[in-house]
């Protein structure tokens, strides 16, 4: 496979998961980018000067001289990368997809819509077929697809590798990173030497998107996964990486041990287990007393790998454990990009 | 009642609750100290050298002065308040007890003895009665009781106050500050930027020390309150306040409202009301959707007052809520004063 | 003297440094709060439900309940107390001015007008004779006078004590707290695990602001001191309190005990000695070699009271040292109402 | 050249140093790492158990398995690098020395020693002559050099690209990073919205070592620069990264511009150059108003830049700067790398 083939537009760029998308792009195999899309105010400027560069790995020269676009169809490109706020992407995404574009978004405006495929490639790759479904009901010559809630992939793939068991239900109280809320996000005045109880629409997330993503795929619609969860979402003074308590209740009483088999054992499905992005081990299972620690462990695979441990016995459902994802790579930039490269596969491309 | 009319002495005076005792019995209108005890390094210096002073609050000029005693029975005392780490306690606060004194304990070692009172009095001050039976059975011309583990202080509150609804089983993740680890604790090295998921015993507490303090005292003993509870608990990089995130299943279904008025008009039991330590509103409700927030709420009622927020549906169980409580004042040094006066009450005198 | 007998307004108060105007006159024995101004986007809405409270201790309910007002002269008051941006401070204090009110202003917009007093209280309290002046350049029947950025108060205090051993030159370089930056201020993911070296417009002030503390008034104007200044400023992860390390050129060489001793012997002035927001100690000085920090020390004095530490011959210049301010108090919202209490004294009204 | 071809061994290779080296090592050319040493506490154990590793990144397997052995001569080893605290440095290292080994010590006892070179081998590479003048005095087969303390890295290369223009003294003051204390180190109770404006003896280093650094070696002796420093040290809550605020008296007043100029033209001397560990860059330096920041930019050049950046005239001297050195890179580990490189390049060996 030649490299660099596909021509990829990010939209949002300048943002925080925008800037993590260039930065995985920059050591992409498949993947050039030629346009890079902002706001008004970032429109028309070299993106070295219009966006507040965070990370701690330099900005890509290739990117910095780039002129930042408007999020408007327009450019040639194969596929385009979404890290627009929700509430734009809402009007916009669906522009791009009428347009001929193939939309791989991490905004939730469309992930509960019955017709796009809420997608982890390692996950539910069978999803999407619910492409054809979408070309039919709306008429698109491209097509829209969307990874999940940054803290949902933390719970999703433990829960998909305990399925097999029966997952009835389970509580889930999470340990947010500061990069889950963008720039500026949140002020340091309310977080040093304190604890935010509270994300804005991240426990009706949490408590939905799973039972998507682990549904079944039939007659052209998903049937969410019949799995009741609450949750419980909290900000904490970490840079990247989302904690989160699960306990879990599963029709059948397995011993921690069997539960750490299980997860480690989980491999992606051998349709995307070869994409760029897929990691041998979607799940990393510690047997530590105090780890995964966001610090140590959110790394692991490449930021692709969700950790896993202090899996114990609980006293009130069947088992107690620790997942940590990195909420901008597996969580966010790096999910997009997963699906892009599935959807190439689902459709012939690659 | 006259002023400071108990002398008073400190076990373990120079540790982080050791001083949160000497900071709070600076203005207890009872209390008069007579003593503080430390270890080999500490005896027979100034408490003002001995120890390294971590509040913010200064020392008082009495303490600072005062020569630090070795932790034996031998000073003239009416009352021993004792902050020494469990190990040592299990060894030494039998061997006061039986030397005629009264000790109220925040350490772990004698909780769950089943002649010892593990007492809130503003939530089983019944409980008391063991110390009858314990006289009975250790023949000590002394006592001790002993209050719960910070955390559990946040929990066994608002359950108390839904007791009448039915607490069958409850999830409890806590997100717990640095002082509750003490001096020197934690390094800064592993908490910056970072999680650590675990804490050393203290799931083991909050899953079965919340049972016996809200257990029913009948025969000269305690049975414990037949509630299923799972934890899991988390160090974070705050200075003061526990907080814990529930979700709790009831008998009865009730809505948040009627949680939150059950929660706000619990009052403490008539008996104690009127002691120094006692605040006229236990669980303070907040309805903001952000709060209680560590570094804003912990001081409610001056750091006795649990504060509750986001109660909410529980999509799982019947509710799900957030707690907390300031761990060194209603969840160590503050409880030990606490019990103190309650025993003292229950003794007939005062 | 009757309590409360001033009425006063707050400008700008739903800022950082306006809660904290709010919360000191909570407390204050001579004033009345009658109104409360904020921005367009508050003007007609209660104060607690326009303003978000960031202080620990609870907004006042009387000033929850108060309606804000548009930032224009128009209610009936003795004195108006500014927190405002610089930039709105230059339009709009002139106004006030000008229809009569007294101004003690916190903004940097007028510091150096020659017209206008830079006063701190127990510094320079004879500068407020250029009222007089300004009044007759002005013809205001009010006046309008202003207190240091919050920085500059940690450097004159000191100096101040030291001049009558010659102060030459010094150079200044601060670790500055986040509630300088007001709200929402610095982003919790730019500080985290980091520090800002840079302050915009702040070095500037520090290297002129003491030239005129510590000047001359003659002749209906300020010479400014002879003194010069290098300032290089941080923005550091705490949340109150500026600490700021010196090193100090003086014509005499002292040692650092007489330095000492100069320092904590530092008393204010006769004629603003009795002020309710006068400290008896201006300056706290401390011997042990760790001290001061901002956690342990900011509020010495109320928060009104500089502490030094860690003097030190300085091998380039004479005595090298440490002072806190609380950014804040005596930076800020303390100083504001200092110099209130002042102008009313100079007047003759108290 | 081969790879791997020197057998190294690591003194107290399980503290935070000793775990850096092991680190840099695992990707180092030439070095082939055969013991690693350790405490009493840890003699005997696998490395992977003995030590509490600390780092991001993994511990390689290789050290995992490796059995901690005595910090005694005894083991084959072509070089020796020690990560000692000073008080067992004292008196361990003259024995390796003595032994025949080649030690490259990061510790602080030996660094002002007459016959000791203290180096940075892109700033005075000259000074390892000293070693001949040291194996006459002291008749050892092996040899000692040392690197300095970590901030002291920060100073002298931007320095040392001043000297042309004659530098006369300097006023320094540091925040340094808490892997700097190593562990446990400092309490996170400590500084948490906290400062501590005090590092034991390490004021006195930093006035004291660039002045050897930057001294002239003839006759087999040192002679200090003629260099007047004063330093004042804080420790602040960043994980690593050491960040200083420089003012500079030189001869010549040059302007900012020119002393940019002539810090990125700085280039190592030739006879180091092309060493492992060498960067062509030592020092970057950046123009925006806001950097160097710790979190940003210490990764420069691998963590071995030093970054520059605020470089303006100053008021007091001639011109202010801030630098920025990786405390356990360039600071430590790197350091004694580095340092051992060059001693083989100096001793033919490569």
Chains 1, 2, 3, 4 share one sequence.
């Not at 509430?87 to 978004?105: D, N």
């Not at 991240?202 to 795929?217: D, M």
Request: proline fraction near 9%; charged fraction near 20%.
């Amino acid at each position: 496979m030649g490299r660099k083939r596909f021509r990829v537009a990010v939209l949002g760029a300048t943002g925080m998961v925008g800037q993590w998308l260039v930065h995985l792009l920059d050591r992409h195999p498949w993947f050039q980018v030629v346009a890079l899309t902002g706001s008004d105010r970032s429109v028309g400027r070299p993106y070295g000067e219009a966006c507040r560069w965070l990370l701690s790995a330099p900005m890509p020269p290739w990117a910095a001289s780039m002129i930042v676009q408007p999020t408007e169809p327009g450019f040639e490109a194969d596929l385009v990368l979404s890290a627009l706020p929700s509430e734009i992407a809402r009007e916009v995404e669906p522009r791009f997809a009428a347009a001929g574009y193939l939309v791989a978004s991490n905004a939730s405006a469309y992930r509960m819509a019955s017709d796009v495929p809420l997608v982890m490639p390692d996950v539910n790759p069978d999803h999407l077929d619910l492409l054809s479904r979408q070309r039919e009901i709306r008429g698109w010559s491209g097509a829209l697809l969307t990874n999940p809630n940054c803290t949902t992939t933390a719970v999703v793939l433990p829960l998909k590798a305990l399925m097999p068991y029966g997952v009835r239900r389970a509580h889930l109280v999470s340990l947010q990173a500061l990069s889950g809320a963008g720039y500026p996000g949140v002020p340091a005045l309310e977080i040093v030497d304190n604890i935010l109880p509270y994300i804005a629409g991240e426990e009706e997330k949490l408590e939905r998107e799973p039972r998507k993503l682990l549904g079944r795929l039939a007659n052209g619609a998903v049937r969410e996964a019949d799995l009741a969860l609450s949750a419980q979402t909290n900000r904490v003074p970490t840079l990247d990486g989302h904690l989160v308590c699960l306990s879990v209740e599963l029709a059948e009483r397995i011993s921690p041990e069997a539960a750490m088999r299980a997860m480690a054992a989980y491999r992606p499905p051998e349709e995307v287990a070869d994409l760029p992005s897929a990691v041998p081990q979607p799940i990393v299972v510690r047997t530590e007393p105090d780890r995964p620690q966001p610090r140590l462990d959110r790394m692991a695979g490449g930021g692709m790998s969700v950790v896993v441990g202090r899996v114990q016995p609980c006293p009130v459902f069947t088992l107690k454990f620790v997942a940590l994802t990195h909420n901008t790579i597996r969580g966010a930039a790096g999910a997009a990009l997963f699906n892009a490269e599935a959807a190439l596969r689902w459709a012939g491309r690659v």
